[in-house]
T-cell receptor, first 113, second 114 residues
Framework: GEDVEQSLFLSVREGDSSVINCTYT??????LYWYKQEPGAGLQLLTY?????DMKQDQRLTVLLNKKDKHLSLRIADTQTGDSAIYFC?????????????FGTGTRLLVSP | DSGVTQTPKHLITATGQRVTLRCSPR?????VYWYQQSLDQGLQFLIQ???????AKGNILERFSAQQFPDLHSELNLSSLELGDSALYFC?????????????FGPGTRLTVL
């Protein structure tokens, strides 16, 4: 079945760049997403990338996709304390009829001043 | 604010009981999805409805059921509750059921089963 893996924890200092990594197994994945979850809140879509793209940049966020290695990363430039949250990678693909999102375990990002 | 509303925000109940979680999608969205977030299982897709009809089913237990009403709001019914059902239940909505439609998530309902 489909599987999405992430490292559990990342700690950075304010102003540094953060890189959160994700690997997935579904070769039919067409859409890959990054969601942010702040404490006590729902999921907020940060950005997404189509599988025919290698990179997408949106202000401080850069998404890199290596489709051959099934590896997705999210880089946050100039990380701020307000970026502290759990970040989920998710994929949607043909194998699941494109209907459901398959989420990773989430990476807890802690930004210290 | 995503425009998706969920009620109640918190629910505390006992084992064996039955509860109903409610979701109102964003205005104009026809599709509703339910997800469960627990410490054990992470975030899992439960079920999807599109314009009143079930479209896709995920890891939803037989004790759980859902429906989408003509006004497009949806309810998730959880019965014979067990301790392991304690989780955060999210509803999401999208314009249609297509894969390229962004899903917007509600704030979730936190269910605690004692």
């Amino acid at each position: 079945g489909e599987d999405v893996e992430q490292s559990l924890f990342l700690s950075v200092r304010e102003g540094d760049s953060s890189v959160i990594n994700c690997t997935y197994t579904d070769s039919s994945s067409t859409y890959l997403y990054w969601y942010k979850q702040e404490p006590g809140a729902g999921l907020q879509l940060l950005t997404y990338i189509f599988s025919n793209m290698d990179m997408k940049q949106d202000q401080r966020l850069t998404v890199l996709l290596n489709k051959k290695d099934k590896h997705l990363s999210l880089r946050i430039a100039d990380t701020q304390t307000g970026d502290s949250a759990i970040y989920f990678c998710a994929e949607r693909g043909q194998n699941t009829g494109f209907q459901k999102l398959v989420f990773g375990t989430g990476t807890r990002l802690l930004v210290s001043p | 604010d995503s425009g998706v509303t969920q009620t109640p925000k918190h629910l505390i109940t006992a084992t064996g009981q039955r509860v109903t979680l409610r979701c109102s999608p964003r205005s104009g969205d026809l599709s509703v999805y339910w997800y469960q977030q627990s410490l054990d299982q992470g975030l899992q897709f439960l079920i999807q409805y599109y314009n009143g009809e079930e479209r896709a089913k995920g890891n939803i237990l037989e004790r759980f059921s859902a429906q989408q009403f003509p006004d497009l709001h949806s309810e998730l019914n959880l019965s014979s509750l067990e301790l392991g059902d304690s989780a955060l239940y999210f509803c999401a909505s999208s314009v249609s059921g297509r894969g390229d439609n962004e899903q917007f998530f509600g704030p979730g309902t936190r269910l605690t089963v004692l």
